[in-house]
């Protein structure tokens, strides 16, 4: 049952059919275009007039310097690769690097200075802006910011910020038919999606309540910029996770002037536009929308070995800006649909872990956010929004015996909440600034769950219930800068249930100390904790069946709660190469463990489809998370870079009996090597090829008993043995090949997926088939090539 490609027209012809879309691109010329943006404060985010931005390797040298608003703007530029230096008087100066412009769209970009703490003016350095330096000035460890650039070029990425994440030290990917991300060791469901700073469902179709992955993302990466993602012990303010956060922002559409863009491949066809609103006001839009391409290939009578199980989802991405005179109002939205069958009785081959069954799901999910960012001088802001997020869901579960289909579970849900949240930034000198924050969400929530009961031959619910909820959270971050080199953050996190009046207090710091040119030392420590996902507060157990009476059995669960401890190494090694290491160490407790299933953890469910839960569970468990990371990376520089991660780790977790056994995330080992080249073809077009290996322990499983399965008709696990084994270790080879092309206000792009190269079948899952009497293994995906077109224009 491993997934592969079928397609009833050889892939060079499909090759010959994109190339007949531009020969009239093809004739010679010189183009240009403009490259601007702006110059900001790192932490006051104000606007730096009089910046002097200077394009390097150029003979005069070119340059510019911001305006009283902080913009800056150079025209005529020729296409290809930029290196700048933008400094400026108080800051310490920056390079950046490898900036792209094409022909397609003027390149905008935002530049943030770091204040000096000691003015050195007899000391002349051109520090380079990391690209993997955190964004956030408040993050100092086990942090890095990534590029929508990176997204694209890493193989086997498909655009997908998650699925990029996975290359990163500390962090692996269960399974190739979802992105759920497994950080240290921590479930998936330990992590925190934020957009535009606020804090969002699961962003990806198919995806189930509570979880934090699906088969393919939502977010579109046409639509964001530079963002951050944290591993451990992270400011104070990001709270309700216990494993790690995406901080994602959206980029601003073009004030200037109107492009658009067109996309088709593996995440779907693609349709985008952006554009200020009128000429002169500096107010933009931006907006994408996106559809299924399975959807319509299956349509169109094309295969690719998913059976009747064809993905159907859409979706639709837009901000609005609206400068004002003393700050800026900003509308963004995000929502999507998606829908799927798979039928094991219409002879699927890609079950995803439910052969013997047939299985209907929908999902939805929403956020649309109005913000004010207010500055009351230049050291002072305050930013109020006011978000509506929703995730609904639709489950029918038909079990197939004995050539009968029985429906045995029929579920429907939503969650929809109502957020109001302020955040108040003050630099109260060179020294030290200081931030606070208080969100608080109104939630609606309506679940019903029912399941067939054999013994009484009807429907009991194991879920009904619909009201509402509040939940509250505040935080405070202070930064003292001692020197340049020497920093010092510490904060205080809050959280409060009114569900159950449960609460949190969460203290959190860091330190860095760059005691060398090149070379800094850091410390993070601090208390995270997780409320449960909201159907778990809601089950009901069936206590009588006439009239049935239910009761509901975990509504007074408390947080689950991590102690994180992190040490840090970095240094920069010649020009463009870094070196850095992490050793960290994480102690989990009053984590929710039932005894009506001893050896169950609420820490090893959420990188699935489906997940265990139990009645009656308590915050009486524990966990343990260790490890050492290192990372080996060369920035892009001269058209080569590479990147090489390496993780050893150990995950363990008690139930209610305490004993220590092995988390299901607990692979033990992760390694990730990539690379590429990028050639230039003259001054109009490039070539590009990427590779990523992977190599990693397999998952681990509860095995099944088949013996038992068969003599019961229904699945029998073998929890004695629970996480003692694991699957052969997974391998995979990727690789992309990527050309661009640059014509007169257009610029177009050709990519080349081939995913699993080598055709590895590793393993996914194993479940127990009961139409068949036996256990039946679902394969991960095989040799795939995926292709991508997009243009702007």
Do not use: C
């Not at 290809?80 to 920056?94: C, E, F, H, T, W």
């Not at 995000?334 to 039928?343: K, P």
């Not at 305490?658 to 080249?677: K, P």
Request: glycine share 10%; aromatic share 12%; charged share 20%.
């Amino acid at each position: 049952m491993r997934l592969h490609a079928v397609t009833k027209y050889p892939l060079r012809r499909m090759w010959l059919i994109l190339l007949l879309i531009f020969p009239s691109l093809l004739h010679a010329g010189e183009y240009s275009q403009t490259f601007r943006g702006e110059v900001l404060d790192a932490l006051t985010e104000m606007p730096l007039p009089g910046a002097t931005i200077i394009l390097l390797d150029t003979d005069p040298l070119k340059g510019t310097s911001t305006d009283v608003d902080g913009r800056f703007r150079m025209e005529r530029l020729p296409l290809g690769r930029l290196d700048i230096q933008v400094s400026m008087m108080g800051y310490q100066p920056a390079v950046i690097r490898n900036l792209l412009l094409s022909s397609g769209r003027e390149l905008v970009i935002t530049i943030r200075l770091e204040e000096k703490v000691i003015q050195l003016d007899d000391v002349v350095v051109r520090p380079e802006l990391r690209k993997d330096q955190p964004i956030n000035e408040m993050a100092l460890v086990s942090a890095r910011s990534f590029t929508i650039e990176e997204t694209e070029r890493y193989a086997g990425s498909l655009g997908d910020p998650s699925r990029m994440a996975a290359n990163f030290a500390g962090v692996s990917a269960p399974t190739d038919q979802r992105n759920d991300i497994v950080i240290r060791g921590n479930s998936p469901m330990g992590l925190l999606w934020r957009l535009e700073g606020v804090e969002i469902p699961n962003p990806n179709h198919f995806g189930s309540m509570g979880s934090t992955g699906g088969p393919v993302g939502m977010l579109n990466n046409n639509l964001l910029t530079n963002s951050d993602f944290y591993t451990g012990a992270f400011p104070a303010e990001f709270g309700n996770a216990l494993a790690g956060a995406f901080d994602l922002k959206m980029r601003n559409g073009n004030n200037e002037r109107h492009e658009r863009m067109a996309q088709v491949g593996f995440n779907g066809f693609e349709l985008g536009a952006e554009g200020p609103f009128s000429s002169g006001s500096r107010a933009s839009y931006l907006v994408n929308a996106r559809y299924s391409t399975m959807e319509v290939l299956h349509a169109m009578g094309l295969s690719f070995g998913t059976g009747m199980a064809v993905p159907q989802y859409r979706d639709l991405s837009f901000k609005l800006n609206f400068p004002t005179r003393r700050g800026r109002i900003t509308l963004f939205g995000l929502g999507g649909s998606s829908y799927i069958e798979m039928l094991d009785s219409e002879g699927d081959d890609a079950q995803y872990g439910f052969s013997g069954t047939d299985l209907y799901f929908g999902s939805r999910m929403g956020v649309t956010s109005l913000a004010h960012v207010h500055y009351f001088n230049d050291d002072a802001r305050l930013t109020t929004t006011l978000s509506a997020t929703g995730h609904s869901i639709t489950t029918d579960i038909f079990e197939l015996s004995n050539g009968q289909e029985r429906e045995t579970i029929i579920e429907r849900g939503h969650e929809y909440t109502f957020s109001l949240s302020t955040r108040y930034s003050h630099r109260l000198n060179v020294r030290n600034f200081l931030q606070a924050g208080l969100t608080y969400d109104h939630l609606d929530i309506k679940y019903q769950g029912q399941e067939w009961s054999n013994n009484h031959s009807r429907y009991f619910y194991y879920m009904n219930t619909e009201g509402q909820m509040g939940f509250a959270r505040a935080y405070a971050d202070w930064q003292h800068r001692f020197s340049n080199d020497l920093s010092l953050n510490t904060g205080l996190h809050a959280a409060w249930l009114f569900l159950n009046n449960s609460y949190s207090l969460e203290p959190r710091t860091a330190l860095r100390w760059s005691f060398r040119q090149g070379q800094s030392l850091s410390l993070g420590a601090g208390l995270h904790s997780q409320a449960q996902m909201k159907a778990v507060y809601f089950m009901e157990e069936l206590i009588q069946p006439n009239p049935p009476t239910y009761r509901k059995t975990n509504e007074d669960l408390g947080f689950s709660r991590s102690i994180h401890l992190v040490g840090g190494y970095d240094r920069l090694l010649g020009e463009g190469h870094r070196l850095k290491a992490e050793l960290y160490y994480q102690y989990l407790y009053d984590i929710p463990v039932s005894y009506r299933r001893p050896e169950y953890s609420m820490l090893s469910q959420g990188a699935g489809f489906m997940f265990w839960t139990f009645h009656e569970m308590e915050n009486k468990g524990t966990g343990t998370n260790m490890g050492l990371e290192l990372t080996l990376e060369k920035f892009l520089k001269d058209g080569f870079y590479y990147l090489f991660t390496a993780s050893v780790f150990d995950a363990q977790y008690t139930g209610y009996d305490g004993i220590w056994r092995n988390s299901a995330f607990n692979n033990n080992y992760v390694f990730n090597l990539l690379g590429g080249y990028e050639w230039s073809l003259g001054s109009r077009s490039l070539l590009s090829l990427d590779l990523n290996m992977v190599l990693a322990g397999g998952n681990r499983y509860i095995p099944i008993d088949a013996e038992e399965s068969i003599s019961r008709d229904a699945t029998v696990y073998d929890w004695a043995n629970a996480y003692t084994e694991r699957y052969p270790d997974y391998f995979r080879l990727n690789a992309r090949i990527t050309f661009r092309l640059n014509g007169h206000n257009i610029n177009q792009e050709w990519g080349l997926d081939l995913q699993n190269l080598t055709n590895q079948q590793n393993i996914f899952v194993e479940n127990w088939n009961r139409q068949e009497g036996q256990i039946n293994t679902s394969y991960q995906m095989g040799f795939m090539p995926m292709m991508t077109y997009r243009i702007y224009f």
